[in-house]
T-cell receptor, first 110, second 114 residues
Framework: EDQVTQSPEALRLQEGESSSLNCSYT??????LFWYRQDPGKGPEFLFT???AGEEKEKERLKATLTKKESFLHITAPKPEDSATYLC???????????FGEGTQLTVNP | SAVISQKPSRDICQRGTSLTIQCQVD?????MFWYRQQPGQSLTLIAT?????????ESGFVIDKFPISRPNLTFSTLTVSNMSPEDSSIYLC???????????FGQGTRLTVV
């Protein structure tokens, strides 16, 4: 059974204080690892897809990396508008169904 | 990308009743999924609703409780039947434009059962 574990559950940062979120996974036949951002009362918003170990993707203050066992979402000099829940999900096997982690709730204080 | 509209955005329902949630996509898609997000928790897949085949349910979810329709490539419905307070959750529709690519989500339907 596919498993995804995210840490920490919650993270509070000061504006400008860089940090990383972790997503560790156990799957058989990883097809893709996805990062989403979810704001309260909204559906998840797609951020990144990573397909193979060593791959990196960047978007503004966010950078996602992937190894064979885990992924990191690095947040550089965060701003209050980066406050949200960040979800990690994996896709394995032949279909496109996603298995989600529990998420990391990020709060960035001004 | 895909734009997904869900209706209703929220509802408060009496226990024992049923609610049908609609999901409309702005393009034709084969792969559509329904997820549940219980309060303070992450997303759990309920079923896969591919057009042209019967919906496939995940362990712990059954068709009698969550019947799904998929009449065409841009629309689907999820019904939550005989509701109890434990069904209070956010229900989300998502689509994939291609296999093994990112999923796009609707804004969700927040259901409260009293």
């Amino acid at each position: 059974e596919d498993q995804v574990t995210q840490s920490p559950e919650a993270l509070r940062l000061q504006e400008g204080e860089s940090s990383s979120l972790n997503c560790s996974y156990t799957v058989s036949g990883l097809r893709g690892l996805f990062w989403y951002r979810q704001d309260p009362g909204k559906g998840p918003e797609f951020l990144f897809t990573l397909y193979s170990a060593g791959e990196e993707k960047e978007k503004e203050r966010l950078k996602a990396t992937l190894t064979k066992k885990e992924s990191f979402l690095h947040i550089t000099a965060p701003k209050p508008e980066d406050s949200a829940t960040y979800l990690c999900a994996v896709q394995a096997g032949s279909g496109s169904r996603l298995t989600f982690g529990e998420g990391t709730q990020l709060t960035v204080n001004p | 990308s895909a734009v997904i509209s869900q209706k209703p955005s929220r509802d408060i329902c009496q226990r024992g009743t049923s609610l049908t949630i609609q999901c409309q996509v702005d393009s034709q898609v084969t792969m559509m999924f329904w997820y549940r997000q219980q309060p303070g928790q992450s997303l759990t897949l309920i079923a896969t609703a591919n057009q042209g085949s019967e919906a496939t349910y995940e362990s712990g979810f059954v068709i009698d409780k969550f019947p799904i329709s998929r009449p065409n490539l841009t629309f689907s419905t999820l019904t939550v039947s005989n509701m109890s307070p434990e069904d209070s959750s956010i229900y989300l529709c998502s689509v994939n434009l291609q296999v093994h690519t990112e999923a796009f989500f609707g804004q969700g339907t927040r259901l409260t059962v009293v």
